[in-house]
């Protein structure tokens, strides 16, 4: 009941497409949803995230949609760039409950073909 | 821009032997946590750390493991008897308050246990 699914474990799209990377969790006391970004070597950057009281959340290329009866989120990036190339995690956290951990997802190894 | 920072960045050891990763949260958080990342594997969430005591911790975190924040500045994540199977990126994460959403991650330390 932790665990978040992640898929697709590696994803290849080219310059300019749109890269959809999909988690699904069944835990329903996770109320907070954050997409990471890591480049090797580095650790997992915040790139955005979501409360479950809205379906979609914009910042630039990259939107969340939520679907709360389904339990499932989503990370669309938009007009793919070769500097998206990473790995991408999704995760969640009971954050009501009092409770600040995160439980991440397997990654997606992204690779933006120019 | 503050930033997470942790020493060393790669540590080698033998087994059994004891090993201090060491992480300078930003300075006004108060939340701090470490998580671990096997070699191709998903981040794994160890412990947190709250007004000097542990808010929680993953069955990962046994009594092997112990966390401390010796001073106004440092957080430390000690192993007492390391085996094979800690060999992992170390990452340390702090976010400003208690239940604050985002968590910001240092690059990690790559401990090598042979």
């Known amino acids: 009941q932790q665990q978040v699914k992640q898929s697709p474990q590696s994803l290849i799209v080219q310059k300019g497409g749109i890269s959809i990377i999909n988690c699904a969790y069944e835990n329903t006391a996770f109320d907070y949803f954050p997409w990471y970004q890591q480049f090797p070597g580095k650790g997992p950057a915040l790139l955005i995230a979501i409360r479950p009281d809205v379906s979609e959340k914009k910042e630039g290329r990259f939107t969340i949609s939520f679907n709360k009866s389904a339990k499932q989120f989503s990370l669309h990036i938009m007009d793919s760039q070769p500097g998206d190339s990473a790995t991408y995690f999704c995760a969640a956290s009971p954050l009501s409950g009092g409770y600040n951990k995160l439980i991440f997802g397997a990654g997606t190894r992204l690779a933006v073909h120019p | 821009e503050p930033e997470v920072t942790q020493t060393p960045s790669h540590q080698v050891t033998q087994m059994g032997q004891e090993v201090i990763l060491r992480c300078v949260p930003i300075?006004?958080?108060?939340?701090f946590y470490w998580y671990r990342q096997i070699l191709g594997q998903k981040v794994e969430f160890l412990v947190s750390f709250y007004n000097n005591e542990i808010s929680e911790k993953s069955e990962i975190f046994d009594d092997q493991f112990s966390v401390e924040r010796p001073d106004g500045s440092n957080f430390t994540l000690k192993i007492r008897s390391t085996k094979l199977e800690d060999s992992a990126m170390y990452f340390c994460?702090?976010?400003?308050?208690?239940?604050?959403?985002?968590?910001?991650f240092g690059p990690g330390t790559r401990l090598l246990v042979l």
């Open positions: 994460a702090s976010s400003e308050r208690h239940l604050q959403e985002t968590q910001y």
């Open positions: 300075s006004n958080h108060l939340y």
